[in-house]
C-alpha cells in the first residue's frame, strides 16, 4: 500500500508547460498554485521564459537545484516521454500527467502511453492521469490541476475527498456540494489511470485523517477484488465511500468505450461488491449532496423505525411512501411517549406517529415544549431515528426551532434530520445552525427519507462487518482436492464428487461402468437415469436423460436407451458410463453457480429453476467467498423466495440448508479460483429438510494452476 | 360540468371573520387581496368591526348590500353553519371554508360537515375545503386563502395551475417552482373536498385559457372514472397533467387515513390510470421542477433516439445510463450527418453520438460552428431530441452558447434540452436566453435524460389517443346476455358459455348430466374431468378435477372419482353435472380476470399463470373498456412476456389472440359493469394458434341490476 503522502502533500513542485498563451493546462496550475496561497516551492519549467508570473523560471527538470516531489506535466503528448525522463534522472517519486492524446486517441496514443508506463515503472515514479484536470489537495492549497477545478467557486475545506475518473462530470459532483455548502479535503481527476488508480487512491484516503467520507465516481475498475477490499477496509474503519458507477447500460458502457477506454465490468457484479462491502450508490447529483449531509454526523438508525414530526400531514404521508420501498416504516410510539407527549402538543394536533404539532407551534415560546417533545420521541426505544419538517414559518419560528433541534440532536445518539420546503432565505438562519451541529436539511420529504434509508443500510453493513470475518463462517470446510492435475473437462460424476467434498449435498447416484449394468442398490424408486461423458455437457437435448424409471424393466431399457440416443447424436463422445440418480420429489429448484470473471474474481450466482429463471432473470449475486447469512441474503433478494416458505398449503423448505450449500460454494470457489472457471448447480433442489444438487458441472480453467 | 368561472375569477369577495388578532385566516385572506391590489371589491364581515384595513366591515353576510361571487369563511368551525345559512339566503353562488374541526376531527366535525354538505346542495352553493388553505388566482390577485399561500414570497404570473388535496405539502411544490422561475395561474389546496374535489377543479382548468400545464397532488379520489374521463380530455386538448399521488404504500395509506382520511384506492389501478390517459406521476419536488420546464416548449419526441453534444463524456455517459431504463437511447448518426459535423468540430472531438464538441469550444468566436453542428443534428431524421452539455466554461462561453442554443431551438419541431452543472450565478444569462426560448436547462444529464422520456412517453400517448377511440375497437362484439336474471352464482360452465359469446375463445366441453353420463363426442383424447357446482368454487382443492385421462375407460373412473370427492368434501353442494374437456397442451398458461372496483370501476387483470402468479407478482392491468393494442400493452409489461415469443426452441405463442381476448374481456365488463362484480379466467391458454379459456367464473353483483 502506497500513502502517496508527497503526492497529494507536496513540499515542491515543478510545472511544465507554463506559457503566455491562454489557457494553456501548466500555466492554470502555477496562477492557481500562487493565486491559492501554496507554501510549498514552486518552480515553473519552460525553456523559453526565465520568469513567470514573478516566480522563476526553468529550462528543464534538470535546471532545478533541489529535490522535487511532484511534477505536473501539460505539454502537448509528444513532448511527455522526454520531460518524464528527465524526472527519472531526477528521482522524483510523483508525476501528474495533464495532457491527452494517449490511449484514448488511437494507437499511436496507446504506443506513448505504453511506452510513458514502462519510463515509469522502471524508474519507481508514480504517474495520475494522463489525459486528466489533475488534483488539488484543499487543505493544503494543492493546485496539480487545470480547467474547472482551478476556476471560480473555490471549494472550502471539509472532509470530503473525491476521486474520479471523468474530470469533467465529477468535478460537477464538487460543484453541487460547494453550492450547498459541503466542504472537501482532495479532489482528484485520474482520467486514463494508466497508473496510479482510484481503488488505491481511496485506500490511500483511509488512512487520511483530513478525509472523513470518500465520494469515488467510476467508468470501470480492472481489479474488482482490490475494490472489495478497500470497501470492506473503508467499513471497518468508518469511512463511508459513496460511490457512482457510470457505464451501466449497454448504452453507458457505448459511450464509455469512446471515452477513456475503461474496461467496463458488470453492473450487477458492481452492486454485489457495493452491498458486500456498505459502499452507497449514487445515481444522481442532488443525492450526492443529500447523503454527503447525512452521512456528516456520523449517527446510523439500528432498524428502519422512523419518527416523523411536523405540520404538514401530506409530507408526511409523502415521507412514508418514499421510506417504504427502501426498508422504513413509521415507528410504533410506546403509550409513555404518546401520553408525554400529550403534555406539549396542542390538542387539535396528533401523538401519534406521525407526531402533529399544528400549524404555528414553531416559535419562540414554544422553544421548551418542542424541546420536550423531540426528547421524549428519540428516547421511545421503538424509535431509530426522527425526522422533523420545519415548515413554512417564517424565518423566526424556524431559528428558534432549529436552535432546539440541534441542541438535542448534538446529545442524542440516534439520527436526527429535518426537512423544509421554504425558501432558502427563510431558513437561512436556521440552516446555519443546524449545519453546525451536523443535523442535515433536506428540501423534501422523499429525499430525506431516501437518505435516511441509506444510513440505515450502511448501519446494518456495519454491523454485519463486526459480526461476519471470513474464518468464522459455519460453512463446511471445503474439499482438499488437489485440482491442478483437471484435464479441462470433468464429467458430472466427478463435478459432483468434488462438490459433495466441498459441502454440498448431492443426489445419491450410482454409476454403471460398460463392465457392470447391473441394478443398483442404495436407491428407491424411481429413478433417473443419465448419460455421463465430460463431452456432453446438455444431457437433456439429445437424449440422454430419463426421469421418473420406476421398476428394474424400465431401468434397462432407460439405460439402452440413453446409451443409443448419446451414440446417435455425440458419437465421438467418451462415455464413461450411465449414472442412476435417486429422483428428488417435493423441493423447489434453484440454479447455483459459479462465474469466475475477469475483473470480479469468482462470483456466486442463484436463481430461480427452470425456464422462469432465464426468461425472468431472478437471480442474485455475491463475490465469494462468503458466509451462511451472506447466502441467506441471496435467497432473500429472490422473487421466487415466497415459494420457499411454503406455497399453497405445501411444507417450508429448508432455507438455512440452501444458505449453507451457497456459502459452501463460494468457499470452494475461492479456494480454488486458480484452478476453476465455472460451476453449474442445475438444479439444486431445497427440500422441507436439506438441500440436493442433481446434477453439476465444474469448468476448469483452460491453464490450470495458472 | 362546472367552469367554476365566478368561484375562480369572483367580481367581489366577502370574508368572513376577520379580526386584529393575529393569525387569522379570515383577516390573511383581506389583507392579500389588498395588498396584492385584487380589482373586484372586498367585503370584510365582523360584527364588532364597522371597518377593516381601511375598509367598510360588515356585521353579516346579510348587510352586504350588493350580489356576492365568493364568500370566504375563516370562523372556528362551530360558527360556520349560520355564515353558510346566510350565504344560501342571499344566493351566493361559492364559497370557500378554511376553518377545520370538521370530518379530520372526529364524530361531531363529520355530522357539522353532512349538515354543512345538505345546506349547500339545497342553495345551489359549492364549497371548497373546509379544513383547507384556499386559492389564489395569480392572474388576477385573488387570493381567498390563508397561511403559506398568502405569504413571500409571491408567485410569478405563468401558465401552471395547482391542486393540491394537502396544504402544506402541495403549496411546497409552488415554492420549489418559484424558486425555479416558473409561474402560476391557480393555486388551490382543497382540504377534505366535501363538495368540490380536484378532479372536477382539473376539468374546469382544462377550459381555463391561461392554464397551460396542471400540477395536482392528491391522496385519493372516490370518482377514479371521473379522474380517467379529465385524463383522456386533458390529452386530447394537450394540457398535460403533472400528478403526485399520495399514500401509495401502506405506510402512506395509513398516515392518509389519519390526515385527510381521504378514501385511498389501489396504487396499481391509479397507475393504470396514468398510463391509459399521460397522466406524468411526479414522485419528486425536483421532478416537478424539471418536467414543468421541460413540457414548456410543448414539443415531444416522436421516439427515444437521442443525440446528446458536449464536452464531457462522463456527462453523456450518465446520460445514456439514466435514459435507458426510461426507453431512451443515443441516436445513430447518419453519416451525412456525422460528414457535415466534421467540419465544425475539432479533429481531437468526437462527430459521433455523444458528439464531442471538445473543451473551450462554447465561446463568441464558435457562434457559426455550434450552429452549424445544432442545426445538422437536428436535421437528421434518426434524431428526436438534442440535450447539449453547456459545460463550466465561464460566463461569457455559456452566454454565446444560449445565444445560439435558443435561436435554433425556436425553430426547430423538435424538443432541445440543455443541462449544466455549472454554479448558477456564472450561467444566470444563458439560464434568461434559455428559458424565454422554452429551453429547458437541467442541472444534471440524469435529470434531462429523465425529463425527455416524460416528454417521449407522453408524445406516445398523444398519438395513441388520437389513434385508438373506444368504438372503433377490433375486439369481438360483447354479449347480449340479459345479466340482470343471474342468481348471484355462476357455475364454470355458465361463465365459459357468457365469455365465449362475448368473444372470449374457451375450450370444448361437454356437461354430463346425471340423467346421461356417456362418453363425450366431438373431443379427442385426453381430456379434463371436472365437477361441475355453483357452489364449489376451487375444484382441484377437493379432488373435483382428474387431468390427462387417456380413454373411455379411465374417464368412466374420473368421472365417478370427482362425483364422489365432491360428495365426500361438499355434500351440501348442489351438483350441475361432470365437465369434460378438451385438455389444453403446448400453450403457456395466463391467468386473466375483472375487478369491479368501486373507486375504478372494472378494471382487467392479466398475469402470468401457475404458482409464479401469485407469488412473483408479475401482473399488469388497465381501466376497461380498451382496444387490442391495449391488451398488448399490457402482456408486454409482463416479466414472462419473452416466454410468448418462443422459448427454448417452442414455437411463439399468439399474442394477438391474448391481446384482442383481453379486450373483448375489457368490452364485456364494462357493458356490464352493474352486473358483474368479478371475473376470473384461470388459466387462459395461450396457444401457437388462438387463446383458450380452460377454466372461468364470472362472480355477478351481490345485488344485480341495482
Same sequence: chains 1, 2.
Avoid at 472457471?677 to 422441507?688: R, Y
Amino acid at each position: 500500500m502506497n500513502d502517496f503522502k508527497h503526492l497529494l502533500e507536496p513540499r515542491s513542485i515543478a510545472v511544465v508547460g507554463v506559457s503566455d498563451e491562454a489557457g494553456r493546462p501548466g500555466s492554470q496550475a502555477v496562477r492557481a498554485l500562487i493565486s491559492n496561497g501554496y507554501k510549498g516551492q514552486i518552480y515553473p519549467v519552460n525553456p523559453k521564459y526565465t520568469e513567470f508570473d514573478g516566480l522563476k523560471c526553468y529550462g528543464a527538470v534538470s535546471d532545478i537545484d533541489a529535490q522535487i516531489d511532484l511534477v505536473v506535466i501539460g505539454v502537448p503528448a509528444k513532448g511527455v516521454i522526454p520531460v518524464l525522463k528527465a524526472c527519472a534522472e531526477k528521482s522524483v517519486p510523483y508525476v501528474v500527467v495533464l495532457s491527452g492524446g494517449f490511449r484514448e486517441s488511437g494507437p499511436e496514443g496507446v504506443e506513448r502511453e505504453r511506452e510513458m508506463l514502462a519510463i515509469a515503472r522502471a524508474a519507481g515514479i508514480r504517474i495520475i492521469g494522463p489525459n486528466c484536470l489533475g488534483f488539488a489537495n484543499i487543505h493544503s492549497q494543492v493546485f496539480a490541476a487545470f480547467g474547472s477545478i482551478t476556476r471560480e467557486p473555490k471549494l472550502k475545506k471539509g472532509g470530503v475527498s473525491l476521486v474520479t475518473q471523468s474530470g469533467g462530470f465529477g468535478y460537477s459532483l464538487a460543484l453541487a456540494c460547494a453550492d450547498a455548502d459541503i466542504g472537501f479535503r482532495h479532489v482528484i481527476a485520474t482520467g486514463n489511470e494508466t497508473d496510479v488508480d482510484t481503488v488505491q487512491l481511496i485506500e490511500a484516503l483511509l488512512g487520511d485523517n483530513e478525509t472523513e467520507i470518500i465520494l469515488a465516481y467510476i467508468e470501470g475498475t480492472k481489479d474488482g477484488r482490490a475494490l472489495l477490499d478497500v470497501g470492506k477496509r473503508a467499513l471497518a474503519v468508518g469511512k463511508p465511500i459513496l460511490l457512482w458507477k457510470g457505464g451501466v447500460t449497454e448504452e453507458g458502457a457505448r459511450a464509455a468505450a469512446s471515452h477513456t477506454a475503461s474496461m467496463t465490468g458488470s453492473y450487477d457484479f458492481y452492486r454485489a461488491l457495493f452491498k458486500q462491502t456498505g459502499i452507497v450508490e449514487i445515481r444522481e447529483i442532488h443525492e450526492t449532496v443529500d447523503f454527503l449531509k447525512a452521512f456528516a454526523a456520523k449517527k446510523y438508525p439500528a432498524n428502519g423505525a422512523m419518527a416523523v414530526m411536523g405540520v404538514s400531514g401530506g409530507s408526511a404521508i409523502v415521507f412514508a411512501d418514499a421510506g417504504e420501498p427502501e426498508g422504513l416504516h413509521l415507528a410504533n410510539l410506546a403509550e409513555q411517549t404518546e401520553r408525554l407527549l400529550t403534555e406539549v402538543v396542542p390538542n387539535i394536533g396528533a401523538v401519534h406517529n406521525p407526531i402533529d404539532l399544528t400549524a404555528g407551534y414553531f416559535s419562540a415560546s414554544n422553544r421548551d415544549k418542542l424541546r420536550t417533545a423531540i426528547e421524549v420521541t428519540l428516547a421511545d426505544p421503538g424509535v431509530d431515528a426522527l425526522c422533523l419538517n420545519l415548515a413554512t414559518t417564517g424565518s423566526a419560528g424556524s431559528t428558534a426551532a432549529a436552535e432546539v433541534i440541534a441542541n438535542v440532536a448534538k446529545d442524542s445518539a440516534k439520527p436526527v434530520c429535518v426537512f423544509s420546503s421554504a425558501p432558502r432565505d427563510q431558513i437561512a438562519d436556521a440552516s446555519r445552525l443546524l449545519a453546525a451541529a451536523a443535523v442535515p436539511l433536506f428540501p423534501s420529504p422523499s429525499r430525506a427519507a431516501k437518505a435516511l434509508a441509506v444510513l440505515t443500510r450502511y448501519g446494518a453493513a456495519r454491523r454485519e462487518a463486526k459480526r461476519s470475518e471470513y474464518g468464522e463462517s459455519s460453512a463446511a470446510p471445503s474439499s482438499k482436492d488437489d485440482l491442478r492435475g483437471w484435464a479441462g473437462k470433468l464429467s458430472e460424476a466427478q463435478s459432483k464428487d468434488i462438490l459433495s467434498r466441498a459441502g454440498i449435498p448431492v443426489t445419491r447416484d450410482v454409476l454403471l461402468s460398460d463392465a457392470d449394468d447391473s441394478l443398483p442398490e442404495k436407491l428407491s424408486w424411481p429413478v433417473v437415469v443419465k448419460i455421463v461423458s465430460p463431452d456432453i455437457a446438455h444431457k437433456t437435448e439429445i437424449g440422454g436423460v430419463k426421469v421418473g424409471v420406476r421398476d428394474p424393466k424400465e431401468l434397462e431399457s432407460a439405460i439402452a436407451e440413453v446409451r443409443a440416443n448419446a451414440q446417435f447424436h455425440a458419437p465421438e463422445a467418451q462415455i464413461e458410463g450411465v449414472m442412476v440418480s435417486q429422483m428428488v420429489k417435493d423441493g423447489f429448484e434453484l440454479i447455483a453457480g459459479v462465474v469466475n470473471d475477469e475483473v470480479f474474481g469468482p462470483v456466486v450466482v442463484v436463481g430461480a429453476g427452470g425456464i422462469y429463471a432465464e426468461l425472468m432473470r431472478d437471480s442474485s449475486c455475491r463475490l465469494a467467498p462468503f458466509d451462511e447469512n451472506v447466502g441467506r441474503q441471496m435467497l432473500d433478494e429472490l422473487r421466487c423466495r415466497p415459494i420457499l416458505d411454503g406455497a399453497r398449503g405445501k411444507p417450508a423448505l429448508d432455507v438455512d440448508a440452501a444458505s449453507k450449500a451457497l456459502a459452501a460454494l463460494s468457499r470452494f470457489a475461492w479456494e480454488h479460483r486458480d484452478a476453476v472457471s465455472e460451476i453449474d448447480i442445475n438444479p439444486l433442489f431445497v427440500l422441507p429438510q436439506g438441500v440436493l444438487a442433481a446434477d453439476a458441472l465444474i469448468v476448469p480453467m483452460p491453464f490450470p494452476g495458472h
